[in-house]
């Protein structure tokens, strides 16, 4: 079991939900999902400061102002935060204001970064490269373990597929498996997983019924006015009816929640 602020994870644990936006664009915008998702359940909250985009021109976030915004409303909630460091230069930024590092799925492979990532006093959430086979997502597990106190949380966010209609293919099968290899917390990533909002709920609850030991979901207060994966991001009502849809699941598979 891993302790994220005051939230455990894993196994022995209720499972967790993590939500918030894709990116912090104001304090306004960040406290007001926070609240939302913070009321329908959520146990903790992510969202993104350092943004790996596709293209240059797109939003790249608020970098240290996103982090002071996250905490800022972490503490106000009492709740936990997880963001991502995209550079070793970032990573004691990073830690400093978040519970948990994220390492995002472009960063997979990156030995420096997960070397500093493990080395900062803070868990780890290990996203899966977008093309990364199981066995690479478990190198990459161990390159953080052996360097840092064994706190990693891997987190299953689809792959890169010939499949066009989908941002990505999740693999629920991975989620089974990541939890056989090794006895870490798998969560799963339904909004980069799909990539649409109208699937986010039947993929999540499917990850559920295979055994993810958390769900980590992008909301946004108003999808379409996003700065950044608005398409895939779930609005407050959404989410609240997730929740309740999770909640189900989670009591089907006698998991508590
Ligand atoms: C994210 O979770 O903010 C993110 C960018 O995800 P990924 O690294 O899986 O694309
Ligand atoms: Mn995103």
């Given at each position: 079991m891993i302790w994220v602020s005051d939230v455990p994870l894993g196994r022995d644990a209720p499972l967790a939900v993590i939500a918030g936006p894709c990116s912090v664009e104001s304090l306004e915008q960040y406290r007001e999902t926070a609240v939302a998702v913070a009321n329908a359940g959520a146990s903790l909250l992510r969202g993104g400061a350092f943004k790996p985009r596709s293209?240059?021109?797109?939003?790249?976030g608020l970098g240290l102002s996103g982090l002071k915004i996250m905490r800022r409303v972490a503490d106000e909630l009492g709740l936990g935060v997880v963001t991502e460091a995209m550079g070793v230069e970032d990573v004691e930024l990073v830690a400093e204001f978040t519970d948990m590092v994220q390492i995002g799925a472009r960063n997979m492979e990156n030995a420096p970064l997960l070397e500093a990532a493990a080395r900062c006093d803070r868990p780890v959430l290990l996203k899966r490269g977008i093309t990364a086979t199981i066995e690479e997502v478990m190198v990459a597990v161990e390159t953080v373990q052996a360097l840092g106190d064994g706190r990693v949380v891997v987190c299953e966010r689809g792959s890169r597929t010939f499949e066009p209609s989908l941002r990505n293919s999740v693999d629920i099968s991975a989620v089974a498996e990541l939890r056989l290899r090794c006895n870490l917390p798998v969560v799963l990533d339904p909004s980069h997983g799909t990539g649409r909002t109208d699937l986010v709920r039947a993929v999540a609850l499917a990850g559920v019924a295979a055994g993810a030991d958390g769900l980590m979901v992008e909301v946004h207060p108003n999808p379409p006015m996003a700065l950044s994966d608005g398409f895939q991001s779930l609005a407050p009502a959404d989410f609240r009816d997730l929740m309740t849809s999770v909640q189900g699941m989670a009591a089907a598979v006698d998991r508590p929640c």
């Open positions: 293209s240059p021109y797109s939003f790249q």
